[in-house]
Structures are given as structure tokens and as C-alpha cells.
């Protein structure tokens, strides 16, 4: 076998050059909280247009099993989006995919 690394049926190749994604800020225009629902969350309603300002996420294979890791602009332990993220893609597809998530942040976290 290659140096490739392959999705669960071995035929898939995943592919090897890292992939880079943009992730816009947002602004919200307007926003209605509704009711509480049984479940304890509040229906909403909100109008939102994305803005220029971006966070960028680079992901690049690593071995199957290897899990994942996030490196760059995130402080040591601190739970955020894409830790929670990777992990659920991994728990729900069952692949034993593994990444390295690099997150370049220029939104300010927690920005309202």
C-alpha cells in the first residue's frame, strides 16, 4: 500500500495537499427570540450577511487512528468550534480519518 491515506472502504484516497477554507465573520441585522421549546432552547430568527473579515482553516491528513490535531491560533485546552467539530465528524463517520486543523484567527474571539 501507498503513503495515501484512504476513507473506510480502502478505494476513496483522501487527498494529500492540505485544504484550505475560508470561515467569514457574520453580522447580525436582526434577531427575534421566540419562545422557550421543550427541550430548553429558544426558537430564533435572525437575518445575518456575512463580511470580508475571515478566520482561515487549513486541514491536512494524517494516518488513519492518529486523531486530530489543532494547532495555531488557539489557547492551550480551550474547548472551541472546531476541537468540537473534528471530534464529532470523527465519533459520527466511524473512519478513524486523522487531521492536523490549523485555525488562523483574525475575528476576535468571542466578537459581538
Not at 480502502?10 to 495537499?17: D, Q, R, S, Y
Not at 432552547?41 to 435572525?46: F, L
Not at 494524517?62 to 472546531?82: K, Y
Not at 465519533?91 to 468571542?110: D, F, M, Q, S, Y
Amino acid at each position: 500500500m501507498s503513503d495515501r491515506y484512504y476513507v473506510r472502504d480502502e478505494l476513496t484516497p483522501i487527498p494529500e495537499k492540505p485544504i484550505t477554507v475560508l470561515a467569514p465573520a457574520k453580522v447580525n441585522l436582526a434577531l427575534h427570540v421566540g419562545r422557550r421549546r421543550q427541550d430548553g432552547y429558544h426558537r430564533v430568527c435572525s437575518l445575518m450577511e456575512k463580511i470580508s473579515l475571515h478566520d482561515t482553516l487549513r486541514v491536512r491528513p494524517l494516518p488513519a487512528g492518529s486523531g486530530f490535531r489543532l494547532t495555531g491560533d488557539v489557547p492551550d485546552g480551550e474547548e472551541n468550534t472546531v476541537a468540537v467539530a473534528a471530534r464529532a465528524l470523527f465519533a459520527e463517520t466511524g473512519t478513524g480519518l486523522a487531521a492536523e486543523i490549523e485555525l488562523r484567527k483574525v475575528i476576535p474571539a468571542g466578537a459581538r
